[in-house]
Nanobody, 127 residues
Framework: QVQLEESGGGLVQTGGSLRLSCTVS????????MGWFRQAPGKEREFVGA????????VYADSVQSRFTISKIDAKRTVYLQLNRLKPEDTAAYYC????????????????????WGQGTQVTVSS
């Protein structure tokens, strides 16, 4: 059984930074493309960033490009999302997800591509 657990969320001031972590148990981590999504109250869950299973391809939403960085360490079965220069509009619950059907070099932006999801970690950015 594949389980994902996020951590690292919290309250931060505008312009601050956080690093989110997502640890995966079960399955073969190295075969998963990993994604990060977020959901603000009253809004749909939206794509933030994704990394291919080999780690060579990373894609981001336009709203976070150049501010957020996704990375992973296979030996730790963990994917990270570094959040820099945070803005109040970044406030949301952040979810990591695993795509176990990913081909090499693929990092999907679509929610439906991901089979496994974590419970989320809250990020709140104060103005």
């Amino acid at each position: 059984q594949v389980q994902l657990e996020e951590s690292g969320g919290g309250l931060v001031q505008t312009g601050g930074s956080l690093r989110l972590s997502c640890t995966v148990s079960g399955g073969t981590f190295g075969l998963y493309a990993m994604g990060w999504f977020r959901q603000a109250p009253g809004k749909e869950r939206e794509f933030v960033g994704a990394i291919s299973r080999g780690g060579t391809v990373r894609v981001y939403a336009d709203s976070v490009q150049s501010r957020f960085t996704i990375s992973k360490i296979d030996a730790k079965r963990t994917v990270y999302l570094q959040l820099n220069r945070l803005k109040p509009e970044d406030t949301a619950a952040y979810y990591c997800a695993a795509d176990d059907n990913a081909v090499a070099g693929a990092a999907d932006r679509r929610r439906e591509a991901y089979e496994f999801w974590g419970q989320g970690t809250q990020v709140t950015v104060s103005s």
